[in-house]
């Protein structure tokens, strides 16, 4: 039952925007080049699957977003534990990717499409440099903010310095782990768009441009429809994984289950 009213709060909210959208275009009389009625949106979504072109763009954003977010993860991942773990590698290598960071990712847009061309690894690369710090910096915060007794305990009984990181650390810092996750896949899927818009072969943030030119505004509200339900389905898959990996934070003092 639970679940089930998870699901309809918002979608009463998207029903009722989406009835007041309607509502404010026929009472202004706005021109359809300029905001168009959910039922037009609706019919271009709908053309756009019923001739099937619509689902190599999908599948050109989508890979985009995933080998580029895998990929970025991987590397904040293994770069913040070691920095994490080594304060000597932190002194050399932090600052410089502060400095990176601080760097906006879309004016090198046009150079990483210089370097890696027009095709799918131009988006993979933007995509990495996007969604690297946010997990990056929550690695590392988590991992600091372990327990010192934890840690404590664990060499009395003469733990290894890798069992302490492998079975003490990393489940500590699992949660901001995740948060960082959470964050990144966002990030990428915005890192794939941009990367789009700014010249590609295919994809969604293509077709937005490709509408744009032509004026199909319908088109262009389709395709970020799309974009928006990529996102929450990527975001729901992360925090799904986030309770079934870290299931000790759904834990209530008694040592029950809460209901995730």
């Known amino acids: 039952m639970r679940k089930f009213l998870d699901l309809l709060y918002p979608a009463t909210t998207l029903i009722l925007v989406l009835v007041a959208w309607h509502l404010l275009v026929v009472t202004l009389e706005v021109p359809a080049y300029i905001l168009p009625t959910p039922y037009s949106v609706a019919q271009a979504l709908y053309a756009s699957f019923a001739d099937g072109t619509i689902w190599r763009?999908?599948?050109?954003?989508?890979?985009?977003?995933?080998?580029?977010?895998?990929?970025?993860?991987?590397?904040a991942l293994i770069l913040g534990a070691l920095l994490?773990?080594?304060?000597?590698?932190?002194?050399?290598?932090?600052?410089?990717?502060?400095?990176?960071?601080?760097?906006?990712?879309?004016?090198l847009a046009p150079l990483i499409l210089v370097w890696f061309g027009f095709g799918i690894a131009s988006k993979v690369v933007l995509v990495v440099l996007i969604c690297f710090f946010p997990l990056f910096v929550n690695t590392i915060v988590g991992i600091k903010r372990v327990d010192p007794d934890l840690i404590d305990a664990s060499r009395a009984f003469y733990a290894s310095r890798w069992y302490v990181f492998r079975c003490v650390k990393i489940p500590s810092a699992a949660g901001d782990i995740?948060?960082?996750?959470?964050?990144?896949?966002?990030?990428?899927?915005?890192?794939?768009?941009?990367?789009?818009?700014?010249?590609?072969?295919?994809?969604?943030?293509?077709?937005?441009?490709?509408?744009?030119?032509?004026?199909?505004?319908?088109?262009?509200?389709?395709?970020?429809?799309?974009?928006?339900?990529?996102g929450v389905a990527a975001t729901q898959l992360i925090r799904w994984l986030h309770h079934r990996i870290v299931f000790w934070e759904s834990c209530v003092p008694d040592g029950s289950r809460t209901v995730a």
Do not use: D, R, W
Request: proline content about 2%; hydrophobic content about 60%; charged content about 5%.
């Open 178 to 230: 995740f948060a960082g996750l959470q964050i990144g896949i966002s990030l990428a899927l915005i890192g794939t768009v941009v990367g789009e818009l700014v010249s590609s072969e295919a994809g969604l943030g293509y077709l937005i441009a490709a509408s744009a030119v032509n004026l199909n505004i319908s088109g262009m509200f389709a395709c970020v429809f799309l974009l928006a339900v990529i």
């Open 57 to 75: 763009h999908i599948g050109y954003t989508v890979s985009a977003t995933v080998i580029g977010f895998l990929i970025g993860s991987a590397l």
């Open 84 to 107: 994490a773990e080594s304060a000597t590698f932190e002194k050399f290598v932090y600052p410089l990717l502060i400095g990176i960071q601080a760097i906006p990712k879309v004016a």
